[in-house]
C-alpha cells in the first residue's frame, strides 16, 4: 500500500499537531504513522506523519501546493515523500569493500529499499564485486592535483545514473565543500569512530594509542566541515588491551556494516530530519 | 507545567488520528506529545498523546465525560492521567535491599516522581534502611500456613498509606491470584532473568547450569501466571565461564537496579499500555 | 611464525600451570599466549597454552608424545592444534543465505582462517553464490522419508572435500542424533534465538507473541538435543512494540552473522574447550 | 583462603612464564590465576599471577625479596599484592552524590572489599549520607584562592584516616598536579563522557549539543593532565533527540555509578596494570 510522508518542522506554537491531522483527514488520506519531536531549547517542532493514499482524494503532486495554506501560517518546512519512492544510490568506496558488499546484498534481497546502480571508486579492488551485482564500476584514481577533474567525472557519473542519494562506505579521500554543498543532506558517511572523539585519519590507530575500552563507528551526513556533519546513527564495541589495531578493525568493520545500513535505511525511509548539526530520527 | 496524558485504545480504522487531535484542540489544549501505533497483526490502535492544560477550556475531571462522544464512536479504552498525580508506591522485599534503596534515593532525590510511604517484608533485614529514609516498615513474616493472613494484613498496609503502585523490589514470594488480579497492571516486577528463559526459582544458578553467555532481567506486570506477565523492560549484561553464580548474582543486581527503576519511571510517567500478554512502551 | 597450542583439562591440584610452563620452556617453545580457568563447582582445571616452535626441540608430531608424562601425572586431557592449521568448513544452510554470504566473505578478504570447499543446501537458493565465490555447491532436497540417504549424501560430500568443521548457516533441518555424535564439537550452529527461551521452531513469532523486549540469537555446539548444546557466543538487540515479526527478522539477521563468525573465530583459534552442557571460551 | 597476587611488567623474551610458574611453585604456592599479556607493539610482557599462601614456605613479607634474582633477571617490574588487604578509600565528592551512595552501599554490603573511613566535600550536601553510613564527613570548601590550603587540608584527612585509596565519586574540582602525583595511580576518577570525547566541563550540555547518539562514562586514574589518565573502564547508553539534557544527565548517571563500581573493584582485586596512557586490565 503506497504512503505519502510529510516531514514538517516549524517554530512551536498550539495546534500544529491538529491542523495537520485534519487536513489529511479532510483529504481523505488514512493516518498510519505519526510522531513529533519538540526541541524545548530552540521552541522547533518536527513532524513526520504517513498516510495511505488509496482513498485520498490528491494526486502525489497535489499535495505539496495543498500544504501551502498550512506551510504559510506556521511558517513551515515541508517536504513530500512516497514510500514508493526508491531512491538510487551512488556508492563511493576505495579499499575496504565490507560496506560495499553488505549494501549491494540488502539491496539485491530487497531487504533495503535501495537501487544501486553505480559504485565509483579510485581504486580497482572492488570492480569484481560490482560486477558480479551487475553494477556499474567507475574507477576514477585522484591525486591531490586531480581532484577537482575526479569530482567532475563523479559527478557526470551520479548524473548519468539518476542518482539521489551518496553513500561514502569507507570513501578514504576528503569531498571538496562544492562537492558537499551540492549533495547537501544525500551523502552518508561511516565514520570509523565514535565521533566527535578520533575524528580525522587513522582512526583506530588513535583509539588504540589512547588506550580506550570501547571503540565506536559514526554514520553521519557528509558536510564541508570534515567529520562533523549532523550524526545519524552510532554503535560502539567493547574493546581490551588483548585487541590489537588489526582487531579494533576487524570488529570496527562488522559495526561500520551495521551502523551504516541503519543510517541509510533510516534515509530512505524518510526518517530523519537534519536541525542544525543534529538530527531527529524518529522510529 | 501541568499536563493531562491520554492513553487510548481501540479497534483501527481511519481518522482516529485527526478526531483525537482535534478533540484536543478544540478544547484549547496545547499537545506537547503524542505517540501511537498500530498493532497490524491484530487492528489495534493505540495511543498516548499529551497535553497542556493551562489554556484548556475543561476541567480535569470534565476531561473523561468531554471523551464519551469519541470513546463510543471509535469503541475506545480511554484513561485520563495528570503530570502532578504523584504515585504512592509500596515496595515490597526480602532479603536483598539493593532495589529499594535504589528506589528510596531516586525518591528521595525527585529523580523519580513518586512518593514511597511504606515498605513491606517478610524478613527484618531491610528496617534500618527504611528507617533512614523515614520510611514505615512493616515486617510481616510468612509461612506456607499463613500466607491469607499475611497478604491481608499487606492489603491493610497498603491502603492505610493509600498506596496506588505496589512493587516488587526482589520480593521472594509468591502472590495469590486473588492479590495479583486486585492489583492488576498496578504490580511491577523485576525477575532476575531474561524471561522466559530461567522463570522460577534460582534463576542464576539455572543460568549458570546452563552456561549462557549473558545474563539478563526483566521487570513486567506481576499476573496469577508466575513470571508470565506483560514485559515491560529487559536487559542483559555479558558473562563468561569465569563468573560463578556469586559473580552472575553480583552482574545482575546492577541490572536489576537500573531495569526496574526504567520500568517504574515509564509506568509513573503513563507510557505504559497493556495489550494481552505485551506491552507498548512509549519513549 | 607458526604457534602450537594445547589445550588442556583435568581435575585441579597444584603444580599444573608450573609443570606444564616447564615442559614448555624445557623444549625450547616461547610462550606467546597462556590462559587458564579453574572451575571451583566442580574441581576442573583448564588451560589453552600457546607457543612459538621455531626455537623448539620438537617436531609438531612429537608434541603429543612428548606429552605423555604429563598427561598421566595429572589425568589429563590434551589436544595439540597449530596456527597453521586451516580448517575445511562445510557449511549447511537452508534458505537464507545472509550467514552464508557472510562466511564466504570473510574466508575470501582472509579475516576468517577457513577454507570453505563446499556448500550443501536442501533448497537451490544459494547456488548462485556459492558459484560467484568458486564454491562446489550441492543441492539434497530432503524429506521425512529421505533423510537417512540425505544425510548420507551429505557425509560423502564433506567427506569429499576433507571438511573438518561443519556450520549450519541457518540450516533448518534436524540432523539425527548419528550424525551430530559423528561430529561432536565440530558442528556449530546459529540459532536465531537467545537459548534457552524459544528453542524449536519460528523463535521470532515466539518472541514477538511474548513481547520480550530484547531478540537474541545464540551459537553453540550442536548435538543430538535439539537446540541444547554448549553455548560459544551469544547477543541480543533491542526490540519494541513497533517491531513486526518481519522485523525481528532483519534485526536478528545483522546479529546472527556477527555471532555466528564470532563462534567459529574462537572454533578456529582453538580458543574453545567443551566441558558437559558448558564452553570456556578464552579471549 | 587468603591468596597473593604479583603484578608484574618486563621486556618480553621467552622463559618468563615458566620462570615465574617454577618460582611460585617452588615455594609451595598453589596457583589459583594467571593471565599474561604482550604487547607486541612495544614489546612489554605484563603477567597477573594469584597464588594461595596457605602451604607457601613464605611469609609475606619474604615473597618481594626472594623475587629478587628473577626482578634482575628480567628487568622486571614487580608489585605483591594480598587478598587480606583491604584498601581504605577517602570519597572526594561535590554536589552529586549518587556514586558516593552506591560506593557506600557497597562497601557495607561486602559486595566491594573497601573500607570508606572518610568523605571529602566542598560542599554540605551529602553530610547526611555520610552519617547514615557512621562516615566522618569533612567538608572542605575551595576558591581558587584557597586551594593550596584546602588541598593541604585534604590529604591531612587522607592522611589521618590511613587512606591508600582516593575515588572521585563526581567531585567538580581540578587537582593539582602536585596532589595527583603525590597520589600516582591511587586515585580513580569517573568522567561523565566517553573519552577523548567531550573531555573538561559539562559533557552532558557538549553532547547535547553535538547530538550524539550514544553517551557514555570514563573511569581512568587521575593525572596532572585533565582527563588524559589512563582509562580503566567505559561504557555508554544509548540517546536520542527526544533526551534533554536534564535526560542525558539522568542516563548518564546510572552508567556512572556502575562504571566507577567496576573500575574500583578492579583497582582493588589487583587486576589493573598501567603503562603509559593505557591499561592492562586482567578479568
Redesign the interface.
Known sequence: MTTAVLLLSCPDR??I???V??F??RHGG????????????EGVFFQRIEFELE?ADLDRDRIQPAMHELVDRFDMQCAVRFSDEVPRVGVLVSREG?CL?DLL?RSR?G?LAVEIPVVISNHEHEAEVAS?FGVDYRYLPVTADTKPEQEAAMQRALDEHGVTLVVLARYMQILSPEFCDRWQERIINIHHS?????SGGRPYHQAH??????V?VTAHYATAALDDG???????V?V???D?IEDLR?RG??LEV?VL?RAVRAHVEHRVLVHG?????F?
Chains 1, 2, 3, 4 share one sequence.
Not at 565514535?194 to 578520533?198: D, G
Open positions: 498550539p495546534g499537531v491538529a491542523a491531522a485534519d489529511v483527514f488514512n493516518i498510519v504513522d505519526a510522531q513529533q519531536h519538540t526541541d524545548r531549547t482513498d565490507h558488499v546484498a534481497s531487504e558480479w565514535f565521533l566527535p572523539a578520533f594509542e589512547r588506550g580506550v575500552k570501547l565506536g549532523p550524526i545519524i546513527d552510532q554503535d560502539v567493547r581490551s588491551h588483548r590489537s576487524r568493520r562488522d551495521v545500513a548539526r543534529r538530527t531527529v530520527v522510529d
